[in-house]
């Protein structure tokens, strides 16, 4: 074969028809048991793309193969599928909306009604980034009230592995870019060139792992967080995610989505905006 870099140099992998999608899905759901078919086409056209040239295969079809053989290959395709990029406090001004406009609400419903915990939750939480963020902004702003409301903060995720990185809570330098060094010092201790979150940080969180299309699974709750997963869902996952949340917030009950991310279909008729520039919606 002669390619630009020369004979028997690897050539980009040839388009991935729909059909030879369909077959890897239906690997993946035979061998991994997950159902790839909510993702967006282009989006795992891209992602396969990205693990066929890694091991150098031209054809799907030759990436069938190897897939149906290899379970490192199935681990690798499955972890290229589900992005786990994520930073504490991403995107600051939505933590900041929330510590200066919808917190202090909510806390402050709780205080005067029922003994139940006040219930954060965040599907598709990576390493725990985000809940984490959570976490550390109750503690700095709102500790008395914390101490008089109970509070549950969860973190789901699709990844069991992204979720063994986050119950041990340790991360390179990039995650914690907008982290101050005020805030490291308190909430961090530094191992090399790792920084471990304080166990008080630690214990306010629980990981569970759970598939952000199964609605059966999904946890009542106070305040959502579902930022940059919805974005690689095709549109009618993308409703019934939006509805199953709908379903367990109650009236008045916050949801936050990524900045690229909005509420489609039913959706938008039951939630209010709170604040269209940050994602934040309210439940009708
Ligand atoms: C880009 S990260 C977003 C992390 C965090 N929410 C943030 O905004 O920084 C997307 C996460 O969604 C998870 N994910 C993808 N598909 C999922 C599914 N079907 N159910 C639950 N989580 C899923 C991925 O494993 C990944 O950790």
Redesign the pocket.
Known sequence: MTTFFGENSFAMPAEISDDELTEIGMILSLHRN??MS??KSKYMKRRVAIRMRAVRCNEAAEYCALLRNCDLELDLLQKT???????FF??PSVFEKLRTDVMAGLLKARENDSPDPLRFW??????G??PYSLAILLRLYFGREVRQVPVSIVG????AE?LKIAQQAEYNEDRLKEVSTELREHFFRQHGSRYQLIPEIREMVTFVQ?????IEQYVKSDLV?????L???NRPDQEKILNGIADILPNGGILVL?KSETLVGDARQRFVSVCPVERIYRKL
């Open positions: 997950c159902d909510v993702y599928l589900t992005i786990h990029v994520s930073q991403r995107n965040c599907l598709g939480c990576a390493a980034e985000e789901t995720d699709v990844d992204t759970g598939d952000i299309t199964s967080l579902c930022r940059n997963t974005i690689y869902f990524g």
